[in-house]
Nanobody, 122 residues
Framework: QVQLVESGGGLVQPGGSLRLSCAASGNIVSINVMGWYRRAPGKQRELVATIQSDGSVRYADSVKGRFTISRDNAKNTVFLQMDSLKPEDTAVYYC????????????????WGQGTQVTVSS
């Protein structure tokens, strides 16, 4: 069974920093895209950042220059360094991955983590 487990959320003051981590586990053959999404209260889930297996990245305009996504391919882990946090960054952050798993054959899955709360408030 493949799963994504997030950690690193919490309460931080405006201007502060947090680092989120997401580790994929299971009989993983390879991971293509890994990414972070968020859902703020009363809003739809939105893309925050994604990173391809070759390291190419994409950011939402609202986080460019403040957030940095990275990954450790050897550990099947993706990170989100969040700096200069604003109250509008408050949301549940979800990890997502497109990956290939060895079952009776190689099967592709798109998997979501359970989410981690980030609250930016003074």
């Amino acid at each position: 069974q493949v799963q994504l487990v997030e950690s690193g959320g919490g309460l931080v003051q405006p201007g502060g920093s947090l680092r989120l981590s997401c580790a994929a586990s299971g009989n993983i053959v390879s991971i293509n895209v890994m990414g972070w999404y968020r859902r703020a209260p009363g809003k739809q889930r939105e893309l925050v950042a994604t990173i391809q297996s070759d390291g190419s990245v994409r950011y939402a305009d609202s986080v460019k220059g403040r957030f940095t996504i990275s990954r450790d391919n050897a550990k099947n882990t993706v990170f989100l360094q969040m700096d200069s946090l604003k109250p509008e960054d408050t949301a549940v952050y979800y990890c997502n991955a497109d990956l290939f798993v060895m079952e009776l054959r190689i099967v592709s899955y798109n998997v979501w983590g359970q989410g981690t709360q980030v609250t930016v408030s003074s």
